[in-house]
């Protein structure tokens, strides 16, 4: 799993070779035979960790292309009875491209929507074969149980699909697609820095490994990243952790905190820092040991400072490398975790 964390810098690179040309600040054209223009809606339909990354590229969607996305877990979307007016785009989110809900759901959809597209890193794989078009992630073999550089890759290829919607659909101008372009193309850079900070996230997460419950909070973008936290640290070190949106806390889950109970804060986004802020202060106020992490001189865990598109890649790579090393720390088995399978091709 290390090795895979690290190799984020390279299967970044190549995924994003094939979404943009930097050096023209353009997109490159990408699903050619798919128009999001007639669209009215994209459905993002995936499960756990694929899941995520659907869940924060439907805010850049939104914005970028001004068009409704739907997110839901593959698991309950193939038994919902969804009224559907034959214009959705449907893009499945699949490392293994074999994974059962993943698969049902768009075989479900047979020739109901306007296209179903793929985000798979296995392009002969079963979604791959029954999507209408794919786009390969190229992330290069997955080995570890707990998805890492599949998660990154299959963010950058959403926020390419949020991107060729915007052109598509024309909300996006070509000056905003080449601001874009420039700050993906500085995501290797960013995880190539975070990455660097692999000591100080050990220090951090040996902290973290002693304890029985562990909080991660976010705001808007960093609310699935703080998701995905959760889930890469119970997954693979056994802790129970749960991640809720900041905003929710003071809707139940602050009765949790204590004296000593340890939160994580991902701190921001852009736009949302002040709204973050009163968060720790409510939290630090019952006694809370706030692990804050961001690129702000508040932080305890200061990750570099990255452009709004750059940087969810760093959070995403201190998620990991925190799980990592907490479950180091306790002796867990951080590649095949108990009671879990790397492809879920069973319901
Ligand atoms: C978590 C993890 C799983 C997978 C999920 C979907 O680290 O790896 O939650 O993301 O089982 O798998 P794929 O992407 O193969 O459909």
Redesign the pocket.
Known sequence: MRKEIEEQTDSLGWVLGTLVDPGAGALKPILDAVDFAQADRIVLL?????HYACHLASYRIEEFARIPVEIDLASEYRYRDRPLSGREIVIAV???G??AD?FSALTALGSKAAARLAIVNVPTSSIAREADAILDIQAGPEIG???TK?FTGQLMALLGIALKAGRDRGALDTASVARAVEELASVPRIVGATLRMAPEIAATAKTLAAASDIYFLGRGVNYPLALEAA??MK?ISYIHAEAYAAGELKHGPIALIESGTPVVVFDGPDGLAEKTDSNVAEIAARGAAVVRIGPGEQCDLRIPEAAPLAAPFAYAVVAQLLAYFAAVEKGTDVDQPRNLAK??TVE
């Open positions: 995936a499960c756990g960790t694929a699949s490392q293994s074999e994974t993943t149980v707990a998805s599949a889930l890469k997954e492809s879920v």
